[in-house]
């Protein structure tokens, strides 16, 4: 699993108010730089208002060396770095008789033989029982700490909750090297230079919708941006779909290794997989999707507006992002950046660019950048239409939270007559988008 897209929709998955977060993404993007982490710490300093204390598993230098800085600096309250089996020395510690309980059974599963997930790469259940311990250590400590201070009030200056979630004050990147992208989606992964002022970065608004499980808001899901073009019915995900459901629209469905694992770890009880990868799938005959993604970014009562700035879309947006599930696919599954024809705004988007770096997984890029073109304009609510004219009755009207004067912008996706659903229908699992 990848840091990203799971990092641009921190809040579906973790609610507005999490304590403490983790990043244990080293197994997908093991030997690189630091750089894709430093962008899920911005983001979760963005989207997450309690600026939550961050646990990395993972005891890569330049990943370590990025936390320190970022601590140093303020940007972040606190972070550990706890490592897995590789900080242990196995010939001191496997040469002890008798070895120490929690080293016994070392290379023991805690589920049954014959159940799925016991890979050489997972971390057994003592192994899981160390890290359990690492992390424990440290919060020990945080409370001697909390003890010390509490007897001693009159030494310690503390930080009320209002400093403790105020937004920091970013610089520029501290990665040497950061993925090449367009710049639209450097600024949204990283911030955005403040007005032309010196090494001063913001980090702008970011809105996400995903069926991904587990959720927080089922209310935020892909089905509540779709205008139209949806196979209708409330069929359950663990039903397989038939090529008759991709002909009525856009399908929502996982893929079968999905499907077929889920139901090997439900005969073991679960296995503790709360996750599932639903997204909309779509073949040629699916036809056009049609959504409309809600303007949720800062109020605009701060300035005046003319007509042609009420109407660009990039007076309000800056920047889309879609992105597939991360899964194994055949080689000739849609590719998201060629196989796809995509309108946003009124205007097709002539080239769509992978998003390098962040998103990868098993050697693909799962996202890619489809941008806000110049002449794009916003709709509102009132007057948006399914590709078929209709106006959107009152009900339909619900599920996007809005008005009719809410703004938004209007976007049509259809598959290439290349696609086959036998090589793999082309997905969307996350639909991003930057507003200011």
């Known amino acids: 699993i990848p840091s990203f897209p799971y990092g641009f929709c921190l809040e579906h998955f973790l609610g507005r108010d999490p304590d403490v977060i983790s990043w244990d993404y080293s197994m997908n993007e093991q030997g690189k730089d630091a750089s894709v982490l430093e962008a899920f710490v911005r983001q979760a300093t963005q989207q997450l208002p309690q600026r939550p204390m961050l646990i990395m598993i993972d005891t890569n230098a330049n990943r370590m060396k990025l936390l320190e800085q970022y601590t140093d600096k303020g940007w972040l309250h606190d972070a550990i770095a706890v490592g897995k089996k590789e900080i242990i020395d196995e010939k001191k510690v496997f040469a002890m008789s008798p070895l120490p309980p929690g080293f016994q059974d070392w290379d023991e599963f805690g589920a049954p033989p014959n159940c799925p997930g016991r890979g050489s790469w997972h971390p057994k259940k003592q192994e899981h029982a160390l890290i359990g311990w690492l992390i424990a250590m440290h919060f020990v400590e945080a409370i001697e700490q909390a003890i010390v201070i509490q007897e001693n009030p009159k030494q310690h200056t503390l930080m009320d909750s209002r400093q403790l979630s105020q937004l920091p004050s970013f610089k520029a990147p501290l990665s040497p090297r950061l993925p090449q992208n367009d710049p639209e989606v450097t600024e949204l992964l990283f911030g955005h230079n403040q007005d032309g002022v010196e090494n001063e970065y913001i980090m702008k608004e970011l809105s996400c919708r995903t069926s991904f499980l587990p959720a927080t808001d089922h209310s935020k899901t892909i089905p509540s941006i779709v205008v139209s073009g949806m196979a209708e019915g409330d069929l359950d995900i663990m039903v397989d779909r038939t090529d008759d459901h991709y002909k009525e629209g856009w399908v929502l469905d996982v893929s079968k290794v999905e499907r077929d694992t889920k139901r090997k770890v439900e005969k073991c009880g679960g296995l503790g997989y709360i996750d599932m990868k639903i997204a909309l799938y779509g073949i040629p005959d699916s036809g056009k999707l049609r959504l409309w993604l809600?303007?949720?970014?800062?109020?605009?009562?701060?300035?005046?507006?003319?007509?042609?700035?009420?109407?660009?879309?990039?007076?309000?947006?800056?920047?889309?992002?879609?992105?597939?599930?991360?899964?194994?696919?055949?080689?000739?599954?849609?590719?998201?950046?060629?196989?796809?024809?995509?309108?946003?705004?009124?205007?097709?988007?002539?080239?769509?660019?992978?998003?390098?770096?962040?998103?990868?997984?098993?050697?693909?890029?799962?996202?890619?950048?489809?941008?806000?073109?110049?002449?794009?304009?916003?709709?509102?609510?009132?007057?948006?239409?399914?590709?078929?004219?209709?106006?959107?009755?009152?009900?339909?009207?619900?599920?996007?939270?809005?008005?009719?004067?809410?703004?938004?912008?209007?976007?049509?996706?259809?598959?290439?007559?290349?696609?086959?659903?036998?090589?793999?229908?082309?997905?969307?699992?996350?639909?991003?988008?930057?507003?200011?």
């Open 294 to 436: 809600p303007f949720e970014g800062p109020s605009h009562d701060h300035h005046e507006h003319g007509q042609s700035a009420d109407r660009n879309a990039k007076h309000w947006f800056d920047d889309l992002i879609i992105c597939e599930a991360n899964e194994k696919r055949d080689a000739e599954a849609c590719k998201l950046d060629q196989d796809m024809d995509i309108v946003v705004g009124g205007v097709p988007i002539p080239s769509i660019h992978p998003v390098e770096g962040a998103g990868e997984y098993l050697k693909r890029t799962t996202c890619v950048n489809v941008g806000v073109p110049k002449d794009a304009v916003v709709t509102t609510l009132g007057n948006v239409r399914t590709t078929e004219g209709r106006p959107l009755s009152a009900e339909d009207k619900k599920k996007f939270g809005g008005d009719d004067g809410s703004l938004g912008l209007v976007v049509d996706i259809a598959a290439k007559s290349k696609v086959t659903r036998s090589h793999g229908a082309c997905c969307l699992s996350h639909i991003v988008w930057e507003q200011h």
